[in-house]
């Protein structure tokens, strides 16, 4: 079992910024990718950001620049600080990781979603 606890989301002005985190636990081996998704109100989950346990990052067009993600693999922790935020930000955002886990069988696990909500 691997569980992905996320927390950060709330209400914040155009303009502002938050910081999410997303922290997995469980029978965990290793975990190769990890990342965000969001899904907004009568639209599909699209990607945020994924961070690979190399370091290599991938960003959608829509948050380059404005979005920062990194990892602590120690913690098995993987972060996303979102600046210069915009009303079309607003979603829900999923953290999402690649897991091995120590059965050695891979998972693609997710949490539950936290809401971030961008007032103009």
């Known amino acids: 079992q691997v569980r992905l606890v996320e927390s950060g989301g709330g209400l914040v002005q155009a303009g502002g910024s938050l910081r999410l985190s997303c922290a997995a636990s469980g029978s965990i081996s290793s975990i190769n990718r990890m990342g965000w998704y969001r899904q907004a109100p009568g639209k599909e989950r699209e990607l945020v950001a994924t961070?690979?346990?190399?370091?290599?990052?991938n960003y959608a067009d829509s948050v380059k620049g404005r979005f920062t993600i990194s990892r602590d693999n120690a913690k098995n922790t993987v972060y996303l600080q979102m600046n210069s935020l915009k009303p079309e930000d607003t979603a829900v955002y999923y953290c999402?990781?690649?897991?091995?886990?120590?059965?050695?069988?891979?998972?693609?696990?997710w949490g539950q979603g936290t809401l971030v909500t961008v007032s103009s």
């Open positions: 961070a690979t346990s190399g370091g290599s990052t």
């Open positions: 999402n990781a690649y897991v091995l886990t120590t059965a050695s069988s891979a998972l693609d696990a």
